[in-house]
């Protein structure tokens, strides 16, 4: 559960990496993101993952629940790796089933699969471990569009709030000897579930905001947490640019 | 013949500990049980458990002659027992009034015609034809809560499980709905917070305390 409020004091116990300014956090995934993309060398994409990894472990994150979050983001792209060898011209290496695999087209795969994983486990290490409501608040900070800020908190906040809705018009659904099956009744009854969900998003919305009018809403989210840039955080921010502008240099310049 | 036996149910939440410890309960036909306790004692969980909505840590539930277990096991109490929901919200979901009353009788492989019958008939009974093709999430909280009624009637259960349906009523409408429970045959089990509701239509009355039930007076 998040709460709306939080305190911006985090225990003293978590690592270093989580205590970092939460600014310099999403700064820090978006750059090294940019950069990742921006190398095509698979020497320093190798570099680029081991740095990834390296972050996880310093970022202490439950070692399961990240293990299956990245092998999420690899079956979404795991076809598509299948298939580049097959897809790429170039200079064939083997064949299966009669399709020639190209040399050209598997570098691309390896790229690729290098490429995300690093991203994602950057991603994860640095903005993933966030209190969300203090995402929310630090991308405000930097100056992200209120509305998609609000967007972002309202979500989080909700998100549960309709899962539970769509849970108990199920089970009543269920009390009244519903059994899906294919046929149109189906179709129907599921098309009233939703549609029936939107228009109590609707309504309850507008609820929200009436409650949040009564209680001076004017349009600003009052953002409650302060974010200092502390030593510590310099030094991350410049052994941090400093090993990124080294990466981009190697590959192009050198 | 117990319409439903329930022998020592145990059940927990995750993270708020146990509500029910020892529950029993048996439901003969021709009574209307009330269940009393204060919130949270595990009244409507006790109601979900009833009707396999929810599966019991540990107890025996027997209903219509019985033993009920595997989600198969609970469809067919499902049907004959019609559990109409504390929130009116959480039951209607379908655009119109009589959309929602056929929901039911579809499910249990009726034609259209005939739930199209259904609704008509039942409606006039309870006096609402008047509502048959009104949108269902614009209603006043009281005739939501008759239409909720008559979605679970129109499956002619043997047995009606209300969970507080008096909530949120005015005088009028929780008059009308005593009338109704009234003249319907079948036994009933009534959670209320509200003394002289259960007076009017309970004639036993059992107690949720520390996760048993126990005898109670109906009017206390």
Redo the contacts between chains.
Sequence with gaps: MTYVLSTGIEPPAVPALRRLDPRLRIVSAVAFAVTAVALQSLSLLTVMLLVAVMLMIAAKLPVGQTIKRVIAMDSFIIVMIAFLPFTMEGTPIFTLFGFPASYEGLIRAIEIALTANAVVMAMLALAGSMEEVTFGQALHRLKVPAKLVHLLLFTIRYIEVLRQ?YR??R?????????PGTNG?TYR?FG??V??ML??AM?RSERIMDAMKCRGFTGTLPMTQRFELRGFDVVFALGFSVFMTAMLMKEYLL | MNLFHLENIHHAWPRRGPVLSGASLALKAGDRLAITGHNGAGKSTLLKIMLGLITPDQGSVEAFGQKRQAEADFHDVRRRAGLVFQDADDQLFCPTVADDIAFGPLNLGKSRDEAAAIVDQLLTRLDLMYLRDAITHRLSGGEKRLVTLACVLAMEPEVLLLDEPSNALDEENEARLTDILHTLPQSIVLISHDASFRAKVANRCLHLKEGQLVDAPVSA
């Design positions: 809705e108990r018009l089970q009543a659904m269920k009390c009244r000897g519903f059994r009744h009854s009233y579930l549609g029936m228009i109590r309504e």
